[in-house]
């Protein structure tokens, strides 16, 4: 860790430096994702033409059409909507393809302040962080989001309610379920994060386990799009999950640190 501790301008300076760096990163790829959009937003109508069907007795995992949203056609109710629809699904998916660099950037920023034999997780971190975004990404694109919609747009639907839904509200409720589920299954490596700065221990992350949980369902109503408590389950529940995966692994982390703690001392005494 640096003995000198910059001044607040030089933090600034560095962290504008590394947004930039991300947003020029994102604003390349974009280029590159607006060219294809049209593609990109027939990929994001996906959790609402089929759903995912699996079974562990016959072990077979297959996609089925909903086919009480297969004739539920979406519409723009206004003329530049369909546009920035495009524009929004293009960024979002620069966004994510960014996320290697995004993550780099976030390390690069944060490294001065760690000790040199934490500064070798860079790799782990960005593929980790990486990895987590995108299978909590894939979490919600394929099963969160598929139950999500048929059960709300079925919901009471009858001779009387009809669905008519803009292009404008389901690309944003998809987009924001995916970008905050990604968020969310970043949970684990922030609580090792904190672990290995020694900010929480695993035994307070166990011992706070009925708070973490009522946080879940604050932090759910946060980020889900909709007010609804069947929305809010959906996500609070994974995020208990991962609260318990963050547990589990949190301990091999302080080990770690001790282990490199215990060489630096035999270093030192000869």
Known sequence: MAEDKLPLTAHLAELRKRILISLGVILAIF???????????????FPMKYSLDFSLKESYIRLIPQEKL?????VFLAPAEAFWMSFKVAFV???????????HQVWKF???????????????FVFGATGLFLVGASFCFII??????????TYNVGDILVPMLSVGQYVDFCLKFILAFGLVFELPIIMIFLV??????????AKNR???????FVVAAFLTPTPDAFNQTLMAVPMMILYEIGIWISPFFVRKQAENGSKE??????
């Open 210 to 216: 009925k708070f973490a949980i009522v946080l879940s």
């Open 70 to 74: 297969q004739s539920l056609k979406l």
């Open 93 to 103: 998916a620069a966004i994510i393809l960014s996320l290697p660099v995004i993550f």
């Open 144 to 153: 969160v989001l598929p139950f999500a919609l048929e059960f709300l747009l």
């Open 31 to 45: 280029v590159a994702t607006f060219s294809v959009a049209d593609d990109l937003f027939k990929f994001v109508m």
């Open 196 to 205: 290995k700065l020694g900010v929480v221990t695993p035994e307070t992350l």
């Open 265 to 270: 001392l035999q270093v030192n005494s000869h």
């Open 110 to 124: 944060i490294a001065p302040g760690l000790h040199s034999h934490e500064r070798k997780y860079v790799v782990p």
